[in-house]
């Protein structure tokens, strides 16, 4: 497919897709890292200092993907480091309401999302669970590291424990925040550590990284549910929303929605993504791209 790149996108491009997902009953949406970043959830610059600068200090991290690879010496260093990861990055709310302003968009619809976030921010904006695709795991959920089973456990709970351990306290809005003065520790408790329930090896985060992500039966029903969808509308007006998702894993949704929108005959594409909106010369007839801030879009789509 020969892609083109959108020129400069005007205010046009909000309406058109404004009209379009007030004519559209059905949308799916495939949500990448992008539509997080739009949300606030950055990994390096000051929320990264403002949570890791003692990591960042001792070990010149540059951003929390770095201090996620770094070869701990021990496992108490590398759960403070982890669980303060987890917590920010799934339990606390994104700073700016693009979830939710989404959310109102399509809330009156037929929808379904396919995502390779792992943060649930779609759950959390009150997005329905049984609509939901998390191709790629969550960072709520840990699993056996061999893995010796197929399961995967909820880790609110440890979590908790273990940011509070470091001197954390969380505010009633989820926040995380140190006393003044207070300095954090950048250990856990021996006892708070966790290894796998049934062969004592140690626990990792449910992330598809390599050969060993369990894709647990929860997985399994999302991934049948999602096909079933696809099946059921494939005859419909259906909108495929793709938001922020980039050139890393382009099979999973980006490369699908493209090959669906050309093959079905009532379907119309839509890519919102700041510096990365492309569509094939195929579809283009079909497609709108936005290259803006999805923040910025969304916010003028639902206020407007």
């Not at 493209?258 to 497609?287: M, R």
């Amino acid at each position: 497919m020969l892609l083109l790149q959108p020129k400069t996108i005007s205010s046009d491009k909000i309406e058109q897709l404004k009209n379009i997902l007030r004519q559209t009953e059905t949308v799916i949406i495939g949500a990448g890292a992008g539509l997080s970043t739009a949300a606030g959830f950055t990994y390096s610059g000051k929320r990264f200092q403002l949570y890791f600068k003692d990591f960042a200090e001792k070990y010149d991290f540059k951003d929390m993907y770095t201090g996620g690879f770094f070869p701990y010496e021990t496992f108490k260093e590398y759960w403070a480091y982890w669980s303060r990861y987890i917590y920010i990055n799934r339990y606390m709310n994104p700073p700016k309401p693009v979830y939710q302003n989404l959310y109102k968009l399509v809330k009156d619809k037929d929808y379904f999302v396919i995502t390779t976030n792992v943060d649930h921010c779609f759950q959390k904006a009150g997005f329905d669970k049984r609509r939901i695709y998390y191709t790629q795991g969550d960072y709520g959920l840990f699993q056996c590291s061999e893995p010796c089973h197929k399961e995967t456990y909820d880790n609110a709970e440890t979590i908790y424990k273990m940011v509070k351990a470091q001197g954390y306290q969380i505010g009633a809005d989820n926040s995380l925040y140190l006393p003044e003065g207070r300095s954090a520790k950048m250990s856990v408790p021996e006892e708070l550590i966790p290894y796998c329930p049934k062969c004592k090896k140690p626990i990792s985060m449910n992330l598809r990284a390599d050969d060993t992500f369990v894709q647990d039966e929860g997985w399994y029903q999302a991934a049948e549910q999602y096909k079933l969808f696809l099946k059921q509308h494939q005859h419909t007006n259906v909108l495929f929303l793709e938001l922020g998702v980039g050139f890393n894993t382009p099979s999973i949704i980006k490369y699908p929605f493209w090959n669906l929108t050309n093959d079905w005959q009532h379907a119309t594409y839509a890519c919102l993504n700041k510096g990365e909106a492309f569509v094939p010369e195929e579809i283009k007839h079909k497609s709108l791209c936005i290259n803006k801030d999805i923040y910025m879009v969304l916010h003028q789509i639902v206020t407007i």
